[in-house]
């Protein structure tokens, strides 16, 4: 349990430290352009996935698998391990404290939390785009307050039985048959333009 949680802690850290990479977007000293926003989200999303895949496979499935841990949604409360959708949530919100608004979330057309559904009219049309075509994302330029940001939506995909075991068997979930490699919904990046 140790080494889970340790991972944990890792994953965490290498998110964070992924996310100043956003600080690129935008112009130079001179004024040229630096880093395409486009590229930092293809980066940034490499890195979450590559974490949240492995927490996934490698120690929520195991562990789950042995018996040794709980994974819960309560899982401060119950001393558990995050979902792996709760630990996006949570790198998000520590990559947003050190990279100056970049934001990631995931959002689904069937979500067990309310929280997740599409809230824009670009979130409904990406997502409608990664459904359909989900290898590759859907971008756009978006106002958020009075910021513009540039907007990548992924697709979202089951990566393992636990991912479709827990959407499946969920009570409150709206979507019961969940397959391998089905598109659950999508992860959403956005970065902040205009530096």
């Known amino acids: 349990m140790r080494k889970a949680f340790a991972w944990i802690a890792v994953m965490a850290t290498i998110t964070v430290l992924a996310a100043p990479i956003a600080s690129a977007v935008g112009k130079d000293a001179g004024g040229s352009p630096s880093v395409p926003a486009r590229v930092v989200a293809e980066l940034l999303h490499a890195v979450i996935m590559a974490h949240r895949n492995f927490y996934t496979i490698h120690i929520v499935n195991p562990l789950l698998q042995e018996g040794i841990v709980d994974v819960s949604e309560d899982w401060r409360e119950k001393k558990a391990l995050p979902l792996p959708v709760q630990l996006l949530q949570e790198t998000s919100e520590m990559a947003e404290l050190v990279s100056a608004g970049v934001h990631y979330h995931l959002i689904s057309q069937w979500p067990i939390n309310p929280q997740n559904r599409p809230v824009s009219e ?41 991912c479709i075991g827990c959407h499946n068997a969920h009570p409150r979930s709206p979507k019961k048959d969940f397959k391998l490699n089905d598109v659950m919904g999508g992860m959403v990046i956005e970065i902040p333009l205009g530096r």
């Open 122 to 162: 670009s979130e409904r049309k990406g997502l409608e785009e990664v459904r359909e075509h989900p290898e590759q994302a859907a971008t756009s330029t978006v106002t958020i307050g009075d910021k513009q940001y540039f907007q990548a939506i992924y697709g979202d995909r089951a990566v393992s039985q636990a």
